[in-house]
């Protein structure tokens, strides 16, 4: 064992003696952030290592010191990403058998939340069910689409065998207790069996260095009247077990039916951090009484347009990706009411270009019919490290310049950005800077974020991504 040091009750610094394991000594600018509430060690703030540190194994656990030797918590270490350790306690010497009970301990809790804030209904039956760092579990990200669970293990620590076991266990667990909940729901619309896939993220993967995930279902079920929690467990092992595992399924978020496809779409498929915020798009839109045109840049697989076709005469959704587009047709198809009601288009373009396109052609014109009653703005993240922040102001800038232009007085915009190193002060002041360039006046109704299955936690920014501006515009 060695030696560490730690305050007691403000008196002279007193010894305690550790556990043998790896211990990562770290600055004080870095201990500061860790105490302020923050979880994460960069790479850049690890000290030279005392001469008798033990050498740390990629996804083990160790003990964060600062450079009095004082101990901060227990954190799960990267050999190879820029955050090299992350807190996951604020004990020192966590074994790993502790880990994975607290991690048990915070995966209910993750998932009691999710029952009181987004409980599955006819109407929602996807949502998030373990957000991270928001819901103290590092490496960690589970949603889920009706009775498919989709997990990340982000990080060495996590993408473990073990850690994969306390997941799967918690899950059946929870979900036992709602097929018991629904008492002969099941075909009202909800499905009651429970298959989880793990889907690793690539470049997340190979930023990493993990090891290839299972290619088969973790876990897949059948509903059983005979079993005590209603759920037959079908082991993944099982080849055919894994062969018959889903991997498509439909879900529904608002009352409206989407696709699901477990072997395609972006990180874990739709953006379910969104959800009210189509909804409030939709009401923002038809209360200002203009319900004509529509346009969705960076429509993805539909989310806003379907919202948008609900009180719309006409919507345009579009993506640079022919994948997406086609999802989102498919998505249409699931809702006949929508089609039958409004005309729905897509276009696969380039969101810069095709905007500049309607920008040239409605200078040209004269005639109302060239502006769009409503724009919605949601780009995919611009700013992934803050190296590409100041090209991503300039980026959103020329959106919503162009998209402000080509609004009908009275018209709506409804503007996104899913970038955490843009603050929201930063994407604001944007907006409100494209608005003074176009000379239109325009009123902030609402200031919105992500949905509450994905809580924001006040000491790590990281966790207020998404921003979502819906505005008037005269």
Known sequence: MRSSTVHAMGRKPVRLHLVQMSTLRITRRAADRLRS????????DLEPQPHDAIQSEPGSLVTITDSREIPLGTALYSS????????????????????????????DAALELRRQLAPATIANNAHRLIFSEADNL?????????????????????????VRAVLVAALRQAFAAEVQALNGEVNGGLTAGLTIWERPDPRIRELEQLPPSPTGALFTTTVDSIAPDGLSFRSAADKSASLAAPTTTTFALNGLRFHYDA??????????????????AARAVEASGRTGRALDICTYQGGFA????QVCSQVTGVDASRAALEAADRNLALNPELAARCEVDWMEADAFEYLRHLDDTAKKSSSPSALFDAIVLDPPAFAKSKRATEGALRGYKELNLRALRLLAPGGTLITNSCSHHVSLQDFTEVVASAAADTGRRVQLLETRAAAPDHPEVLTLPETRYLKC?????D
Do not use: M
């Open 37 to 44: 509430g923050h979880l994460w060690v960069y790479r850049t």
């Open 80 to 107: 190879a990403s820029q955050i090299a350790a992350r807190l996951i306690s604020r004990t020192p010497a966590l074994s790993r058998e502790q880990y994975l009970a607290d991690l048990r301990t915070r995966i």
């Open 138 to 162: 590092p490496g960690i990200i589970a949603d889920r689409y009706n009775d498919l669970v989709l997990l990340q293990l982000l990080i060495q620590g996590t993408a473990q065998d073990d």
């Open 263 to 280: 072997a395609s779409g972006q990180k874990t498929g739709a953006f379910l951090d969104q959800r009210l915020n189509y909804a409030a």
């Open 306 to 309: 379907l919202h948008l076709a």
């Open 469 to 473: 501006l819906i505005c008037r515009v």
